[in-house]
């Protein structure tokens, strides 16, 4: 049975945190490892994804020019993987482990997906006090989401004491509290 590329890239993220080395091929990428790095490759585009075992706690880099970048973003994001800091000099960006807080799953999203989920918590922000339902990753903190805009093809999601515009293609991190 071939892997789909999301099923290929969580073995390559699963295997690499767990630090063991990974073969794994479909027709459109290969993730395999060499020296002591895990590395996904794509057929047209070379590497994509260099998982670093040495660390205690793995450590990746991300090429945001892949065509795999939405799907590599949602597989880390699964295992609470975030985003850290700027791009680096290969043009690849840093992730690092960040522990999630209890009774929140971690999404790593196009912005307007933050907007469906928003329509469906929105209730909650009617009530008196801060609404907890969904948390937006701002400032290296965990911030709630007070309330959310759309205007001109912006997403202008307010919290505590700040406001954060986003184009609705661009990729964010944020929590949603689970059901239960």
Known sequence: MILSNLDLIREFVQ?????????????????????????????SEGVIAIAQLSKTLPEFWISPKSSQWELINQALAEYSYLLK????????????????????????????LLWRAWWKYRKYTLRLGIPLELLIRTRDSWYPVRDLIISDGLLYIKTLGSEIALDSEDLVTWLSKIDG
């Open 15 to 43: 295997n690499s945190i767990q630090k063991k080395e990974v073969l794994l091929s479909n027709p459109g990428l290969t993730a395999q490892t060499v020296y002591r790095t895990n590395q996904l490759t794509a057929k």
């Open 85 to 112: 800091g700027e791009v680096d000099n290969r043009g690849f960006y840093h992730y690092q482990y960040y522990e999630v807080p209890k009774g929140y799953q971690m999404h790593c999203t196009k912005s307007v």
